[in-house]
């Protein structure tokens, strides 16, 4: 048993010996794969969004607690809006944040490369420019609200861009009729009649528009001019709001509105991880995929709005959809297999090849070890055959015992064990020899 074990440790040894090299080539080809690798994504981000009573609030709680089923924490930030966001993200105060389309102004050499470091991940839902009146008299152009006290949203917003974008168009100047109001308050001082109009930008469903669209007294603009407005502006589309869509029974509203909307963008640092934005995108159909009020099942997320480059990873999965892997994987059992891969695909570039050749480097080594002991011999044979002096008997019985004994003592694997004994019955061949030639001396 002991003879075994030992036998088995010369061959691991002769093995080592051997295939050192092979390890350490691999070993070298591992490492500069391994800077290639994209580390391991983060287990917490930030997303900028909007007021708390806002959409982008609402749906950054409803992405939150679908990163959380995936082991990634989101933590949600609340804003001013748009512009306040665009500037957390490239101040790297958060990693992802909602945008309302029309904020960023697209340079005039649009083929020119991007230095902003924000990439797209698409527009997720449409976000209706509300303009919410008192009166009875209906409006339909915003050069009706000339003179009106008008709630246009916070400084920092995309509300007060837009609002002030639109309002110099129809050639109404700021002042002080032009109040910084937003959300629920603007909604509260329009339904006490102490503004005459308020611009909001939101989803159907947000609180704000909900409760407004219900307030007695209150209309909402329907826009004549949507077409020239879509024309002058492009990041506006034009939707209609269908005559009671928001109340059967009272059928309200009692007529289709015509409203302008931009998109709302999901917008992210072009450092953030690959497989999170991938995570994010699924988050994203998950909450935004749904029909809607304006839009169709499967209508978002979509690249809409063209305000920053959109990320690879966004196209491949408007391509193809999420990543093969985190089809049918955890995300992190997904993550992983996906970096070992980027590793193992040079690793076994290299091993192939260079264990096809081992068996013959190593074959040759243990031979190596015989046919030493063969050259050695054969200028003892030749000796013997060309050039006997037979003074020199003793010389030639101590070489060809130390040969001998040479060939006993080669530590070689089981396997070729067949090699050893051969040469000792060559070396018992050339002692004969020397026997007969010692006999007719």
């Given amino acids: 048993?002991?003879?075994?074990?030992?036998?088995?440790?010369?061959?691991?040894?002769?093995?080592?010996?051997?295939?050192?090299?092979?390890?350490?080539?691999?070993?070298?080809?591992?490492?500069?794969?391994?800077?290639?690798?994209?580390?391991?994504?983060?287990?917490k981000i930030v997303i900028t969004t909007g007021s708390d009573s806002g959409a982008y609030y609402q749906f950054a709680n409803r992405y939150a607690a679908i990163l959380a089923r995936n082991g990634i924490t989101l933590e949600v930030k609340t804003s001013a809006g748009s512009l306040q966001n665009i500037e957390r993200l490239k101040n790297d105060e958060a990693q992802i944040g909602f945008v309302q389309g029309g904020v960023v102004e697209l340079p005039d050499d649009q083929d020119g490369e991007d230095d902003s470091g924000l990439l797209s991940l698409g527009s997720v839902?449409?976000?209706?420019?509300?303009?919410?009146?008192?009166?009875?008299?209906?409006?339909?152009?915003?050069?009706?609200?000339?003179?009106?006290?008008?709630?246009?949203?916070?400084e920092g917003s995309g509300v007060r861009q837009l609002a002030q974008q639109l309002l110099r168009a129809n050639e109404i100047k700021p002042g002080d009729h032009l109040v910084p109001l937003a959300g629920l308050k603007a909604a509260e001082?329009?339904?006490?009649?102490?503004?005459?109009?308020?611009?909001?930008?939101a989803a159907e469903n947000a609180p704000v528009v909900q409760v407004l669209l219900r307030s007695p007294g209150v209309k909402v603009m329907s826009f004549a001019q949507a077409d020239a407005y879509h024309r002058r502006f492009p990041f506006l589309s034009k939707l209609t709001l269908p005559q009671g869509v928001a109340d059967l029974v009272h059928d309200y509203p009692p007529?289709?509105?015509?409203?302008?909307?931009?998109?709302?963008?999901?917008?992210?640092?072009?450092?953030?991880?690959?497989?999170?934005?991938?995570?994010?995108?699924?988050?994203?159909?998950?909450?935004?995929?749904?029909?809607?009020?304006?839009?169709?099942?499967?209508?978002?997320?979509?690249?809409?709005?063209?305000?920053?480059?959109?990320?690879?990873?966004?196209?491949r999965f408007f391509k193809s959809g999420p990543p093969f892997l985190q089809r049918y994987l955890p995300f992190w059992l997904a993550v992983l297999v996906d970096r070992l891969i980027v590793l193992l695909i040079p690793f076994f570039a290299l091993l192939i090849p260079l264990v096809k050749v081992a068996p013959a480097i190593y074959s040759w080594r243990i031979r190596a070890k015989v046919f030493r002991c063969y050259g050695e011999l054969k200028f003892l044979e030749e000796d013997l055959r060309h050039r006997f002096v037979p003074e020199q008997l003793p010389e030639y019985r101590s070489r060809?015992?130390?040969?001998?004994e040479e060939a006993r003592g080669l530590r070689v694997p089981l396997a070729f064990t067949d090699l050893v004994y051969t040469l000792r019955e060559h070396v018992n061949l050339v002692r004969q020899a020397l026997t007969q030639l010692e006999s007719r001396k």
């Fill in 125 to 154: 839902f449409y976000e209706p420019v509300w303009v919410f009146y008192r009166g009875e008299r209906r409006l339909d152009r915003l050069t009706d609200l000339r003179g009106k006290r008008i709630a246009i949203g916070q």
């Fill in 255 to 315: 007529f289709d509105i015509t409203l302008l909307a931009p998109t709302a963008n999901l917008i992210v640092r072009d450092d953030l991880h690959p497989a999170l934005q991938s995570l994010l995108l699924q988050a994203a159909s998950e909450v935004h995929g749904r029909a809607g009020f304006f839009q169709r099942t499967g209508e978002f997320p979509a690249y809409k709005d063209r305000l920053v480059p959109l990320s690879p990873e966004a196209a």
């Fill in 400 to 404: 060809l015992e130390a040969l001998d």
């Fill in 189 to 201: 001082e329009l339904q006490q009649g102490r503004i005459d109009a308020a611009f909001i930008i």
């Fill in 1 to 43: 048993m002991m003879a075994r074990f030992k036998a088995g440790l010369l061959s691991l040894r002769d093995l080592f010996a051997t295939a050192w090299w092979i390890f350490l080539i691999v070993g070298i080809g591992f490492y500069v794969a391994y800077q290639f690798v994209e580390p391991a994504p983060p287990t």
